[in-house]
């Protein structure tokens, strides 16, 4: 499996998840990463990029709430959301940043209730 999320769940408005991505060490190592989410009957958005030395950018919908990390000896790639609102509602998930074509995989699931 390329890229494969998880950690997402049900969560009060205000709580907290740390979702997961593990992808293969070929696409890990090479690649910017970033977070991606789809809410119900709206586009795929980006959330959060990482590049393979740390640095970072985030959609301001979620600056100062999420936080994008990634482990290089694991190949795993983390996204910390806190203060989740309704609107966080969506799939999540990760691949490259820009899109280079791998699968998408199911994404994890993230539902925020108000």
């Known amino acids: 499996v390329q890229l494969q999320a998880s950690g997402g769940g049900f969560m009060q408005a205000g709580g907290s998840l740390r979702l997961s991505c593990v992808a293969s060490a070929t696409t890990f190592s090479t690649n910017i990463m970033a977070w991606y989410r789809q809410a119900p009957r709206k586009q795929r958005e980006m959330v959060a990029v990482?590049?393979?030395?740390?640095?970072?950018n985030y959609a301001d919908s979620v600056k100062g709430r999420f936080t994008i990390s990634r482990d290089n000896a694991k190949n795993t790639l983390y996204l910390q959301m806190r203060s989740l609102k309704p609107d966080d509602t969506a799939v999540y998930y990760c691949?490259?940043?820009?899109?280079?074509?791998?699968?998408w995989g199911q994404g994890t699931l993230v539902t925020v209730s108000s």
């Open positions: 990482i590049t393979t030395g740390g640095v970072t």
């Open positions: 691949n490259t940043w820009p899109d280079v074509g791998l699968s």
